[in-house]
């Protein structure tokens, strides 16, 4: 304290360096910062930059706008084909008392038997694929979906009779969600209030890592990413076997796929010829003795009652291998109710 009261002006000078030297010192270190992070930003805005430029199209305020007229002509499209299909959907879904749905039922089995009159066309206790309603009415909240799904069954039989097919061997259908009180599956596979997927402890459910191949690491296959999308519609799946010829079989699924009444989706068909194929050596007995020339030429010496014979030997030679024997059809196809509420984004 001595040496600063003597020394005013030298203890005043060292005390305002020793503070310009930490000011200097603070500034220092926080501009050093603040130039490190501008650096930083310029070095990522730089990289934004080059990754837009190897954009196709790049991004210009000419291309967004012709990326926004084409995405707006797509939903448009989009929108023109829901309007289609919304079309196959029926105007009112009217729950119905049970006693009124097998009433129809009843009615309508009645009908279906009327077009196939012949003994054994029909399966033992055939009942349009609604064997678990012979005894006793659905649930309540279910009639209206099965009443759509019994009129589909019907316009189905009707065009097998119209087709010219004379035997069904079986029909199985699926039981509806709604039948067993549930709900549709929403758009992520699960059924809207069921149980809670389970979740691992700490509450967050467990990650699973992707390997190469889509599958993850427990050996399961990963879901494709369209699983994930929101559905467009509800399926109602069936399958039919019948027997018949070519014909009636291909006019069959030629009206279904065509229906302007109902949307079917035809997942499999099957077709299988019991008929064996002639092998070479049949056919080969069969035909006619050939006779040598006199220059050595092979010559078929035909009458005129040998060549209608001959005939006849190659049609069924050909209705063997394409078909033209009875054939039997396994179809299995979804019978499709689309989501009304269903709707594609706006662009403002």
Not at 267 to 287: D, H, M
Request: glycine content about 8%; proline content about 6%.
């Amino acid at each position: 304290m001595t040496w600063l009261k003597e020394n005013k002006f030298l203890g005043g000078l060292l005390f305002i360096t020793l503070l310009l030297g930490a000011l200097i010192i603070f500034l220092g270190s926080k501009f050093g910062t603040s130039l490190e992070e501008i650096q930083s930003e310029i070095n990522s805005k730089k990289s934004d930059l080059e990754k837009m430029k190897a954009l196709d199209p790049y991004p210009t305020i000419e291309h967004a706008k012709s990326k926004e007229e084409n995405l707006r002509s797509v939903l448009e499209k989009h929108q023109a084909a829901r309007e289609k299909l919304l079309a196959f959907r029926p105007e009112n879904l009217n729950e119905v008392t049970g006693a009124v749905f097998s009433e129809n039922l009843t009615s309508t089995v009645a009908k279906v038997k009327a077009l196939f009159p012949e003994e054994g066309a029909l399966p033992k206790s055939f009942n349009l694929g609604f064997e678990a309603y012979s005894g006793g009415p659905p649930k309540e909240g279910s009639t209206g979906i099965l009443t759509y799904q019994l009129a589909a069954m019907e316009y189905l039989f009707e065009n097998l009779a119209s087709a010219g097919v004379t035997r069904v061997v079986n029909l199985s259908r699926e039981k509806l969600p709604a039948e067993n009180g549930e709900d549709w599956p929403d758009m992520l596979g699960k059924k809207k209030g069921g149980p809670k997927a389970k979740r691992s402890g700490g509450g967050r459910p467990k990650r699973t890592s992707l390997k190469k191949g889509g599958r993850n690491t427990r050996g399961k296959a990963a879901k494709s990413p369209f699983e994930q999308l929101p559905a467009v519609a509800h399926r109602m799946p069936f399958e039919l076997v019948v027997k018949a010829t070519e014909g009636p079989a291909r006019k069959f699924l030629s009206e279904i796929a065509n229906s302007e009444n109902f949307f079917f989706e035809t997942r499999l068909v099957r077709v299988l010829n019991p008929s064996p194929i002639p092998s070479s050596g049949k056919a080969a007995a069969s035909a006619t003795p050939k006779k040598v020339d006199d220059f050595g030429a092979d010559f078929v010496v035909e009458g005129e009652e040998e060549a209608p014979k001959k005939m006849m030997m190659s049609e069924k030679i050909l209705n063997k291998v394409s078909g033209g024997d009875e054939l039997v059809v396994y179809l299995r196809a979804d019978l499709l109710l689309f989501i009304e509420e269903q709707q594609f984004p706006e662009l403002k």
